[in-house]
């Protein structure tokens, strides 16, 4: 169990992270979201003893500083490619186990389960970011260490290497360890998490499990096809709280109710009705409601004609930072 209370970083005028306080539990994987520059790392720095501020983070009752052997107890990684860049893959994780006590053929094994262990006696030098980030990995299990904390390890990974991934931190979620691990891609973080901390300007914007999250930073709505659609929808706005979009083609999108509520609206008003759907709202959309206001980096479209080259600019909503 991970336990932060009341963390603070300030980088002169700004202060990167505003009094986060959160838990972290075992046998659960728990995403750390927040866009480009939210204080994730800040924050994993703060909690590892790694930068100077204020707060406490104890992992099962001790600061990370009174652990003994650190390494059997807390895997971090921080930053793909921390590694010697001439040394071994191998010898760089047999040099790391030495230091803790740990057996030097733990080294073997965890390049064995990370995939690297054809690599193995290669120089990280040459290894891709994909690469780096498995090396990081088994760094971080050397020491079988009940809690984990992984800063972005899916970038630079492929499809396949991220569904790995998300296998392998399951099974690790299941054996009851403490999985922390951020990223400011949604995507990721709905394949890998069972519960959330999301941040924005270094400030907690949500703490629980995936499905509240989207349900409370979505308005579910529901797709209504009829050939009466302006009747029902002259209906349906005399309801208190319901929203009536027209789509055309008969279609209406309605928000505020559930299809039984619809349905009987449209008994009582005498209208047909084709279709009646829920739409799921997407953990994608949420995360831009969310966090929408607080995005720190936000590339703006251009006013003027198009740049002469290179693609368009991002609109708001997208986490391409440009620091
Ligand atoms: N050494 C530093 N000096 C000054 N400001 C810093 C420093 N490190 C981080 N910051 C600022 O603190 C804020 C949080 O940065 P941090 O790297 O923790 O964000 P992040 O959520 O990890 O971002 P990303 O997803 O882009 O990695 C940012 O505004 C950043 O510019």
């Not at 590892?48 to 707060?55: E, H, Q, T, V």
């Not at 047999?94 to 990370?114: C, K, W």
């Not at 949420?286 to 080259?309: D, K, M, N």
């Amino acid at each position: 169990m991970i336990t932060a209370r009341g963390l603070n970083k300030r980088y002169g005028e700004k202060l990167a992270v505003d009094d986060l306080s959160f838990e972290v539990r075992p046998g659960t994987v728990t995403g750390f979201l927040g866009p480009n520059g939210a204080g994730k790392s800040t924050t994993m720095r703060l909690m590892l003893g790694l930068d100077r501020g204020s707060g406490e983070t104890l992992f099962d009752g001790r600061r990370f500083g009174t652990i003994k052997h650190p390494m059997r107890e807390i895997g971090a990684v921080l930053e793909a490619k921390a590694f010697h860049p001439t040394r071994t893959a191998r010898n760089h994780l047999r040099m790391l186990a030495a230091g803790s006590g740990i057996p030097a053929s733990r080294a073997d094994e965890v390049l064995e389960f990370v995939g690297l262990s054809d690599v193995k006696r290669k120089q990280p030098k040459g290894f891709s970011l994909g690469m780096a980030q498995r090396l990081g990995l088994a760094q971080a299990l050397l020491g079988d260490p009940g809690t984990l904390i992984l800063d972005e390890p899916a970038n630079g990974l492929d499809p396949h290497g991220i569904h790995w991934l998300r296998d392998v931190l399951r099974s690790l979620a299941a054996e009851d360890r403490t999985i922390f691990v951020s990223s400011h891609l949604l995507s990721e973080m709905s394949l890998m998490a069972d519960q959330l901390v999301v941040i924005g300007r270094g400030k907690m914007i949500y703490n629980g499990d995936v499905d509240g999250f989207v349900r409370k930073f979505t308005q579910t709505s529901v797709l209504v096809r009829t050939p009466q659609a302006e009747q029902l929808a002259d209906a349906l706005r005399g309801v208190d709280r319901v929203t009536v979009d027209a789509l055309g083609d008969g279609a209406l999108r309605v928000g505020g109710a559930d299809p039984a509520a619809i349905g009987e609206v449209a008994y009582h008003a005498g209208v047909m009705l084709h279709e009646l759907t829920p739409q799921t709202a997407s953990l994608e959309a949420a995360f831009i409601t969310a966090t929408g206001a607080s995005e720190e980096y936000v590339a703006h479209e251009p006013t003027g004609a198009s740049p002469p080259s290179g693609p368009p600019a991002a609109g708001h909503g997208t986490y391409g930072g440009v620091a």
